[in-house]
Each structure stands twice: as C-alpha cells, then as structure tokens.
C-alpha cells in the first residue's frame, strides 16, 4: 500500500532535547526525558499564552513548521474540504424560537457571520430583537466563544459569557434588552454558566479557582462589585466538581456536585436568597442522582440501590432524605435511564436499550405511559428541554448517519408530532445515496461491539475502500448515530465511515461504561481493535485502509491504538490527546486530576492503581516498533488536556519509532481544548485532518479521490 508521501521537500523532523527527570513511585522509577515541555508557570499560560517559555515556544513552532512542510502540499485540497463542508452550512441558520411568557427567544447567524447572534421576538410572531452579536463582540479578540446566555425573570435583562482566551475562564457581562448596552456588572474567571433569582436583580454563578477548578457558588447583586459578591456554597473536596442549574419548575437553583462515581445536589429557593442550600441526600461512595421538582415533589434519577442503568424514585421536597425515597420507575437490567425531565403534568425519560435510544412519556395524573416511535435501524435522539414549565409540548432533535437533524414539537397529550425545523444541506444532499448499517464486533472476552457504518449506496465491498474509524470510550458518553454533514466530504470521496461503540461509553448501558474503566480499561482498547478486525472481515476495508480518529479521552484511545494495534492502520488522527495520563493522574495540582481519579485510579495512593495506568499510558508504552503515520493536534490553553502532552508523546515517539511514521504534532497557538473559534474557523482543523486521512491512505495527491 502506498505511504504517505510529500513530492516536496520537507523540513527535517525537530528532535526535542532529552533532559530526563527520574522519579520514583511505589517502588517503580519512572525516567520522563521530556518533563520540561510542561512550563513551570502553566497557570499563567493558560490566562496569556504569550508569557509560554521561549524555548517550549521555539520547540512548538518548529513542530508545527514541520507538520506545514509534510502536509502544505494538501493546502488546495483542503482548501475543497472547506469549501464543500461551508457547502453544506446554511449560514442564516437559526434555532426554533423557544416560547417564555410574551416572547419566543432564539438563536441565530447571519450571511458569513462566524458566531451566533441571540435574540427574541413577540412570542405569536413579529420582528426580531438581537441583543448579543456574536461577530461584533468577537472582532477584537483573535479567539471568542460565548459561554452561557440567559434572560432575566423579567425579560429586561440578558446575563452573557465569553472566553476570549481559549482557557474556559468566562467573564459574565449583563445587558439590557432595552438599551441594548451592558451594565458595569462584571464578573470574572467563572465556568460560564448563570442562574437568576425570581426578582432579577442577582443571580448566581460558579467561580474557579486558580487551579481552575468550580469549587465555589456566589451570588452577585446587580450594580454592586464583584468583590462585595456573597459566596453561597464552597465545596471542600478537590476531587469534586460543582455546577449549577435551575430546577425544572425554575423555583430553585440546582448545585449540583459530583466525579465520575459519586453524586450530592442542593437547593437554593429563587424567591428566598437568603435561606441556606438545601440538601437533598448526604453523598455515599457509589451513589449518583440528580433531581427535578413539581410542587411539593421531587423526581430523582440513581443508581441507588445497586440500580447500575438508573432507576426513578420520588421523594417530598420537605424531607428528602434517602430514607424517604419510594420506586417509581424501577430499575430495569440493560435499560438505561440517561435522563429525566418533569412538566406540570408529564414526566419524559430518555432512556437507550440495545445502543439506540427511546423517549417515553409518563402522565403524571394517570400513571399511563407511551413511546414515541421511530423507524431507522440506527438513530440519535435527544430532548431539548424548554424554558416553560406548565406545557404539553416537548421539543425533541432526532437524525441518523444519513438523515439530516429534526426538530419536533410533540404535543404529549394529543400525541400529535409537528416538524419544526429540517437541518438544510444547501449544497443538497440525497438520504438515498448512502447507507447506514451495523454490524457487531466480537471482542477478545466475546462481548459484542456495535459498530455503525455509513457508506455511499454504490460501495463495493471487496476490501479496497479506505475507512475511518472513530471511537471515544470514556465517562460513560455514548457516540451517537448521528447525522454528520462534514464527513460526507470523506465518504463521497470513498471513504467508509464507522462509530466504534466501545465499552468505557455507555452505548449499551451504564454497566457497558463501567466494563471499559478502571481496572477493565483494557477492554476498550481492545474492543476498538476488535472493530477495526471485524470491518476487515466484512470486507469493507483492508488492514493499512484503516485511519483511527480520536479525540480528548479518545485521543488516549488513538495513542493505546497505536501501540497495540497499528498493524491495522495507515494514520492516526489525535485530536487534543490525553495520552500522558500517569503524570498527569499523579500531578494534584492539574485541573482535572483530583475529579478524574475515580475514572483512571489514584496512582498516588495506590500501587494497583499505578501499575494499571502505567500498563496502558500511550506515552509510558512508547516502544522501538513500527507506528502508523499520527498526526496530533493539540490547543496551546487546554485547561483538559494541556499542550505538553501531545507534544511528550510525539516526541517520544519520533526518537523511539524504528519505522513507519512520519509522526506530527500541530498545536493552535490561541486555542483551548475546543480548537479554533468561530463555526467556518473549526472547519479549517477538521480540513485538516481529513486532508491528513486521505494522505495517510494515498489519495491526497489524486485530489483526494
């Protein structure tokens, strides 16, 4: 097969200095050569990447100076790649307006325009208000994303963020409708999100720490500095995260705290700021619910009770402890409850049995229940929730690989379903030119793996198509069946397209998320090659036909591939990798570590718990072998995954490697996990690496067909 190549001359591969830093754990001492990418005042660079040590700088660019000299000559195709996914985007799109007493609010873009605008208009019909420009706000900043927007109680005032960093340190800003000016409310270093109180003169907010963590809610007072803000609730334990959110009837703000195995939520009454947060239930080990109210009932969904896929139990709001919590949905094996939203008279789950999805609607006077019904053999599904309360209608998104995004409102009384919105595909796209299959992949212990597969209808089967493979795995987050305009523009090339759904996701159930953790993470490395084995088999491709797509904790899954399994592949594309995890899960003081060590172990305090990432680390089990040809993208502020640990494991990996390669790191020097911002700037990364795909499988030289 053929290797990918540049006609022209490329730069010389960079060779990052090794300066070895040793250390010894459990007994075990651990040599890392390229310790020092990682600057010493990581903090400050994720708040101004322009104070990034000069030398790290230097070696980055030279990274990417290489990277420019392999794939420059793909400049005209992904310059089509661009321009065919621009094709497909219809750049006045606009949400369905979302009705909240006299008004309907939405979303918007205009013509060209990169961010999204958000406005209003009277909620039986009328002109438009905009009162957040997106692209005006974002024209001074080379990097702009809104955080959260929510209008007042009031409908007078909208409470907005932005990251103009790329760190995901937000700044909340308050405008007013009428004036269309912000206040001198200014609060910073927040995660975005924003909860008002009933009166809308305050609201509350989740503060980070310098670590960059949410450890702490405020409320701020409007017209009053930040400094004199009231902190409401401080959570003691760094392994646990906090967030908030308002209550399904909007009487209260949820806090709700957690990791990836334990759960605690409170209530703050909205018409009563000065009353303490409620506790609903103490934390147990284990134990996760969230919670929803209507009157003077709460609805919470759990795993108490060894329920591993979730169950619904109630409880009254006036004492709510886990001793007065009754069944009202029980757990039932292999249904998973993914989630549980409460009206004035109904209750929806949304629940996911045998990989796919359901919506079941409950009546809560009757007790009678009903699904809403579906056809394809493998869909996404979601519910889009709403500002109003007291409805009958539910507004749910539903797609599949080769239909376009649907918006409905269904009316959970009548039953009636109306079309709301159609994504539309203005450089047209016909359902009937493709194929959405699955198959199953036996893996190594016999479980089986789904895998979705799209395709174009006219594709032979004979083992010759080129194939992306993509999978995550990870936090228990399934990967939906979705509809995807961009990877058409890989599988009108040819390419075949395929979901791994492997375990450490949630795809089959939650207990399909804890065989693929821990101890058990093995089982997804192998499942993602078991993939890749059972697509080989059914001829839709050949071993070396294969790219691995990956991203985050999938990006993780790309480097294990790698190591593993690279006979299967002829490039790999990591997209912000977490590929260094033993150091990172032992360094306390990163963001993430204290709440990721119930996903990955505590390799500091336990031996077991390091031996077993150190078994599987992409960049501890680096070996002198031949590797696939990588590209690695990383983001220069990533607070998740930070800029050294693509930049490590390339590293290691060029001065490790026997053959095969070539091995690429690209780091955006004013981006953060998400990547570049703005709708058409992200589609110059996927350009990119699709761009990488086909040059990996010999196709980019032939205009990428």
Partial sequence: MTQPSNKKNSLPAPLAPRRPRAFTTHGITITDDYAWLKDENWQEVLRDPQVLNADIRKYLESENDYTESLLGHTGELQKRLVKEMRGRIKEDDSSVPAPDGPFAYMRKFREGGQHELFGRSPRDGGDAQIVLDGDELAAAHEYFKFGGARHSPNHRLEAWSADTKGSEYFTLRVRDWAAGKDSDDTVEETDGEVVWNADSTAFYYVKLDDNHRPMQVWRHRLGTPQADDVLVYEEQDPGWFTHIHESSSGRFCVIAGGDHETSEQRLIDLGNPDTSPRLIAARESGVQYSVADRGEELFILTNADGAIDFKVVTAPLGSPARANWRDLVPYREGVYILDVEIYAGHMVRLERANALPA???????????HAIAFDEAAY?????????FDTTNLRFSYSSMTTPSEVYDYDMASRVRVLRKRQEIPSGHNPADYVTTRIMAASHDGAEVPVSILHRKTLRRDGAAPLLL??????????????????????????????AHIRGGADKGWGWYLDGKRTRKNNSFEDFAACGRALIE??????????????????MLMGAAANRAGELFAGIVAEVPFVDVLNTMLDDTLPLTPPEWPEWGNPIESDADFRTILSYSPYDNVAAKDYPAILAMAGLTDPRVTYWEPAKWIARLRATMTSGGPVLLRTNMGAGHGGASGRFHRLDEV???????????GMADKGGV
């Fill in 359 to 369: 919506i079941i609607i409950r009546d809560l006077n009757s007790g009678g229940e």
């Fill in 380 to 388: 996404a599904l979601d519910t889009m929730g709403g500002y109003e």
């Fill in 470 to 499: 993509y999978g995550y795995g990870s936090y228990g987050m399934a990967m939906p069946a979705s509809f995807s305009a961009n990877r058409l523009s890989l599988v009108d090339r040819g390419f075949v397209y395929a979901i």
């Fill in 538 to 555: 059914a001829k839709y491709t050949a071993a070396k036909r294969i790219v691995g797509h990956g991203g985050s904790a999938g990006g």
């Fill in 687 to 697: 350009a990119i690496a699709y761009a990488f795909a086909l040059w990996a499988v």
